[in-house]
Structure formats: structure tokens, C-alpha cells
């Protein structure tokens, strides 16, 4: 994680990020996300990489759809960010990489005006329209329809500064209220709350940008009235192995010494679809460079040995790295130099 991150978040390659350009393509996006997750010692294969990809796509343009103010676009960053800082807490030296970043972007954005945040919001939205891959956690909440597009939300907090919906007001020639009159807003609608912080540290109150597997947005989940759960007591058959499995990699799996120029791997994350593994062994045939490892809970003495002989890549010294770094103009050669 600390070799990622200090790898994202590295002064040469933030000041050209945040240099005034064109937006990026996809195939360019997708370029930087894969050199950014292949910092650390660990390899994706093609097909994970794409899976990973549409994963983190489809999650930026779930936070800009639900952005309640074209500004709160720096809130959701500033969540991110503060969220970064905690996993690198224990290291000074990237912690204060993520700082200056955050600084930086404070400096950049938080002078742009409230149409030039709008201007940059619906950009956004223009590159991310037709992207519609469904994500198992949307759907589970309901916020995803089956065919990958969003499902918005007629109720909750109004963005800050903004009136509840459903009252007219009429004025007169010298500025006086002189008539009301209420109409059906089509939703349920409250005040809003309190602005977020858009300071180095402090209460951002916005949710979105925090860890959506683990936090729970009322305004944002539908619960249906009635829910009936069908228990299933069939025995699950790999329970066992994956047990014992378990029981291995945590006492009895001694790491074995074995010298080998390079300490990277490549790992398959899903391997359950036949396209997956087809585009794995044409990548792989591509760039012999990794070995593959692919785990299964019923091959349990060939899975140990594997594991075994992985740990022990891991406990050798590692290489120092290429210190040769000639930085150039182009994002992605510069990410060719972290």
C-alpha cells in the first residue's frame, strides 16, 4: 500500500497531473491505473485489470452523479484524501507526500467559482456516459438498475444553501411578498445540512468518497418494506478444505528459500468466468514475464508449496531500485520513471 501510494502521490507526477490539459482518454486513464496498481510488488492480469478498472469508473461516476453541489466535488476528494492519510499513517515520509497533495489541490481549486465547478462536473459527466457496467454492490442497494444505468434519489437533504422545493412566491413592483402558493415537488425533501469543512483537516459531512463497502448511506439506500430470506442448508463441500487450507497458512506453512531475479507475480482475481482465464493465458502468452498462482482450496499440498515458496520470495532482501530517473513531459512516461 505505501509503495502505491507513494507512487500516486509523488510530487513529479502530481504537479503534471494538475497542470491545466485535455482530459484524458480511457485507454490513458486505463494506461496510468495499471502502471499506479503495478507500484507495489504485486501483478494483475489483463482481465482483473479490467475488471478493476470498470470497478473504480463506475464508483467516481456513482459520486459525481450523487455530487450535491458541482463544488462538493473537492469534499468527495478531501474524503479520499483523508482516507488515504489513514492507511499510510505509520509511514512519515509518504503521509507528508499526501499532504502536500492535499495542499496542492487546495491551492489549484478552492479559488474556481461556482460555474467553472459546474463546467468541470458536467465534463466529467460527458466521459463517463457510456459507461453502464453493473456493479453487485449498486445492485444490492438498489441504487443500480439491472441495465448498469444510476437510479437517483427523490428525497433526503437539499444540497447547502437551497430552499426545500414546493413553494411559490410572488413579489410585487417594489419587492414585496405579496402571495404564496405550494405545489407538489414529486419528492420528499429536507433542510440541508450544515457545509462540510474545506480546510486541510476537519468534518467534510458529505459521505461520498468514504468507503462505500463499509458505510451505510440512508439517503442513498432504498430497503424494501417486505424482505424474505430463503436459508440455504445444503453442506458447503469446500468448507472444510478451505479450513484446513487456512489452518496452514496461519501455523504450519514454513517459507521456503529460493533465489529468483524477480519477485514479482501475476494473480488471477476472477477466475470463475471462462473469457477471464482465456484472457489471462492470452496476456500471459504475451508477457511470460510473471508466473501465475492460482489458489484452490481442493489442491490443498500444491497450494502450501506454492504459498510456501512465495513467503519465502517475500522474506528476501529486495533489490534496490533503478535510480536512474530522467523525468519527461508526457504523464505516462513520467509514470514509467515511479
Known amino acids: 500500500m505505501n509503495g502505491i501510494v507513494g507512487a500516486m502521490f509523488s510530487k513529479d507526477f502530481m504537479d503534471e497531473l494538475l497542470k491545466p490539459q485535455q482530459l484524458y482518454s480511457h485507454r490513458t486513464l486505463k494506461t496510468v491505473l495499471t502502471r499506479i496498481a503495478h507500484a507495489s510488488i504485486m501483478r494483475l492480469n489483463p482481465a482483473s485489470m479490467d475488471r478493476l478498472y470498470e470497478l473504480v469508473v463506475m464508483a467516481f461516476k456513482y459520486q459525481i452523479f450523487l455530487c450535491p453541489r458541482p463544488k462538493d466535488l473537492l469534499l468527495i476528494t478531501y474524503n479520499h484524501i483523508d482516507t488515504i492519510r489513514e492507511l499510510v499513517k505509520d509511514t512519515p515520509v509518504v503521509v507528508n507526500q499526501v499532504g502536500e497533495t492535499h495542499r496542492k489541490i487546495i491551492e489549484v481549486y478552492s ?13 466529467l459527466l460527458i466521459f463517463f456516459q457510456d459507461m453502464h457496467v453493473r456493479v453487485s454492490l449498486f445492485l444490492k442497494i438498489q441504487v443500480q438498475n439491472p441495465n448498469g444505468r444510476f437510479a437517483l434519489s427523490t428525497s433526503g437533504p437539499v444540497p447547502h444553501g437551497i430552499d426545500v422545493p414546493g413553494l411559490i412566491r410572488t413579489f410585487d413592483g417594489k419587492g414585496r411578498e405579496v402571495r404564496r402558493s405550494e405545489f407538489p415537488s414529486g419528492g420528499s425533501y429536507s433542510s440541508s445540512v450544515r457545509e462540510g469543512c474545506f480546510e486541510l483537516h476537519g468534518d467534510r459531512v458529505i459521505r461520498l ?10 439517503e442513498e439506500t432504498h430497503t424494501p418494506k417486505h424482505t424474505f430470506v430463503k436459508t440455504d442448508i445444503t453442506p458447503n463441500l469446500l468448507a472444510k478444505e478451505e479450513l484446513n487450507l487456512l489452518a496452514r497458512l496461519m501455523g504450519s506453512m514454513k517459507a521456503e528459500k529460493e533465489p529468483k531475479a524477480e519477485t514479482g507475480f501475476w494473480i488471477n482475481l476472477f477466475t470463475t468466468d471462462q473469457e477471464e482465464e482465456e484472457a489471462g493465458a492470452s496476456g500471459l502468452a504475451e508477457e511470460p514475464l510473471f508466473e501465475v498462482i492460482h489458489i484452490q482450496a481442493m489442491q490443498d499440498e500444491q497450494v502450501t508449496t506454492e504459498l510456501a515458496r512465495i513467503a519465502g520470495q517475500f522474506a528476501e532482501e529486495e533489490p534496490p531500485g533503478n535510480l536512474n530517473s530522467s523525468k ?7 509514470m514509467d520513471d515511479l
Open 111 to 123: 479559488s474556481l467559482s461556482e460555474g467553472e465547478f459546474q463546467l468541470l462536473r458536467q465534463t
Open 209 to 218: 468518497g468514504t468507503d462505500m463497502y463499509t458505510v451505510n448511506h440512508p
Open 328 to 334: 519527461g513531459d508526457d504523464l505516462l512516461a513520467m
